[in-house]
């Protein structure tokens, strides 16, 4: 059953605390995207990502970071430089860079 | 910086009736244009894309494309109250490589 998954559903976070979002894909997409939507907004671009072992900064990188090892997998870690990280993060794949996208179901990221 | 614009709503639709969103979008060379639909607490989803000036239908949806006018529609025909959502735009940039999303268009279809 291929698409894309994201992990957890919802994540809290501490000030101070690094987490890290997961977001898998099976199928077989090249390119990847992490997108960010706070409540009655559209979605702002964080990183992107076109291929394996390269990734781009997106309209608000600072206080992300990705990485992109495997073809299937582009974790997104929020770092404590964010200040203000509650928001509901999505993933998208896509098979070609510039191609339609497709959403994981998404993370809901709260602060204690 | 390029904007996709779009009335954020309520747009209020009786059963049965049209719906008809609307989306301006500033960048000129956009190319590739999306419409999304997007259930309170869930992700996007696909409804249709578009990328030649006129109409494009599918089932209920219809997207309309005019590129002179930098403006892309959709219309649900028959809307159910299933169709209650919020109805995102997206636009390509110049390049065709990365998206730039409205702010959405709430839909409520009553009963």
């Known amino acids: 059953d291929g698409g894309i998954t994201q992990s957890p559903k919802y994540l809290f976070r501490k000030e101070g605390q690094n987490v890290t979002l997961s977001c898998e894909q099976n199928?077989?997409?090249?390119?990847m995207y992490w997108y960010r939507q706070d409540p009655g907004q559209g979605l702002r671009l964080i990183y992107y990502s076109q291929i394996v072992n390269d990734f781009q900064k997106g309209d608000i990188a600072e206080g992300y970071s990705v990485s992109r090892e495997k073809k299937e997998s582009f974790p997104l870690t929020v770092t404590s430089a964010q200040k203000n990280p509650t928001a509901f993060y999505l993933c998208?794949?896509?098979?070609?860079?510039?191609?339609?996208?497709?959403f994981g179901p998404g993370t809901r990221l709260l602060v204690l | 910086q390029k904007e996709v614009e779009q009335n954020s709503g309520p747009l209020s639709v009786p059963e049965g009736a049209i719906a008809s969103l609307n989306c301006t979008y500033s960048d000129r060379g956009s190319q590739s244009f999306f419409w999304y639909r997007q259930y309170s607490g869930k992700s996007p989803e696909l409804i249709m894309f578009?990328?030649?000036?006129g109409d494009k239908e599918d089932g209920r949806f219809t997207a309309q494309l005019n590129k002179a006018s930098q403006y892309v529609s959709l219309l649900i025909r028959d809307s159910q109250p299933s169709d209650s959502a919020t109805y995102l735009c997206?636009?390509?940039?110049?390049?065709?490589?990365?998206?730039?999303f409205g702010g959405g268009t709430r839909l409520m279809v009553k009963p």
């Open positions: 998208a794949s896509s098979i070609g860079w510039g191609e339609t996208q497709y």
């Open positions: 578009i990328y030649s000036n």
């Open positions: 997206a636009v390509d940039n110049n390049a065709g490589n990365m998206l730039t």
């Open positions: 199928l077989n997409h090249d390119a």
